[in-house]
């Protein structure tokens, strides 16, 4: 969604391309089309941006209205786009075994309960950082499912399976309510 390499060089199109952005997410602003040309779209929506933030609404684009346009273009691009993936990251070899206490392991029991709501053979486990029985039972049924080695420990091929069922369960889940 950021502005095209393209861009550089035409502050037109870029105001332009920003308005775009921002307006996705605000129905007072109109649509324009980046196409660097200072039209009566553009300046319609400069000052219909202008009237949003409480500047006079001339459909010049200013220093001030620049700023204004800049400032509320880095968090619409962030309520576009998609959501930052979180990586979990367990050392070369490393598995997470019964008794232990990790915090990763509050997020893999986070995701267990989930998909607990998904698949009828995972029992949702506690919320407690620990690799308990409860979260192994989950886990050794997550693992059977994905035919690898059902132990009940968190690895990385556990781990990356996880990762794969969980948007997925989770937007199912959503789609529910």
């Given at each position: 969604?950021?502005?095209n390499?393209?861009?550089?060089g035409?502050?037109?199109?870029?105001?332009?391309?920003?308005?775009?952005?921002?307006?996705e997410?605000?129905?007072?602003?109109?649509?324009?089309?980046?196409?660097?040309?200072?039209?009566n779209?553009?300046v319609?929506?400069?000052?219909?941006f202008?009237?949003?933030?409480?500047?006079?609404?001339?459909g010049?684009?200013d220093?001030?209205?620049?700023?204004a346009?800049?400032?509320r273009?880095e968090?619409?691009l962030?309520?576009?786009g998609?959501?930052?993936?979180?990586?979990?990251?367990?050392?070369p070899?490393?598995?997470?075994?019964?008794?232990?206490?990790?915090?990763?392991l509050?997020?893999?029991?986070?995701?267990l309960?989930?998909l607990?709501?998904?698949?009828a053979?995972?029992l949702?486990?506690?919320?407690?950082g620990?690799?308990?029985i409860a979260t192994a039972?989950?886990l050794a049924?997550?693992q059977q499912?994905?035919?690898?080695?059902a132990?009940?420990e968190l690895?990385?091929?556990?781990?990356?399976?996880?990762?794969?069922?969980?948007?997925?369960?989770?937007?199912?889940a959503?789609?529910?309510e």
């Open positions: 969604m950021r502005p390499e393209s861009f550089v035409q502050p037109i199109r870029s105001l332009q391309q920003m308005l775009r952005v921002i307006g997410n605000d129905d007072r602003l109109p649509s324009v089309v980046p196409d660097g040309i200072y039209g779209d553009t319609r929506a400069v000052s219909a202008q009237r949003s933030v409480g500047l006079p609404a001339t010049i684009a220093q001030d209205t620049w700023d346009i800049v400032a273009y968090p619409a962030v309520e576009q998609e959501a930052e993936p979180l990586r979990i990251i367990l050392d070899g490393q598995v997470i075994r019964r008794g232990e206490r990790n915090p990763n509050y997020i893999v029991q986070a995701i309960i989930v607990s709501e998904q698949y053979g995972i949702p486990p506690s919320m407690n620990i690799l308990d039972d989950s049924s997550f499912m994905n035919l690898i080695p132990t009940g690895d990385k091929h556990t781990w990356k399976q996880l990762a794969l069922h969980y948007p997925l369960a989770a937007n199912s959503n789609g529910r």
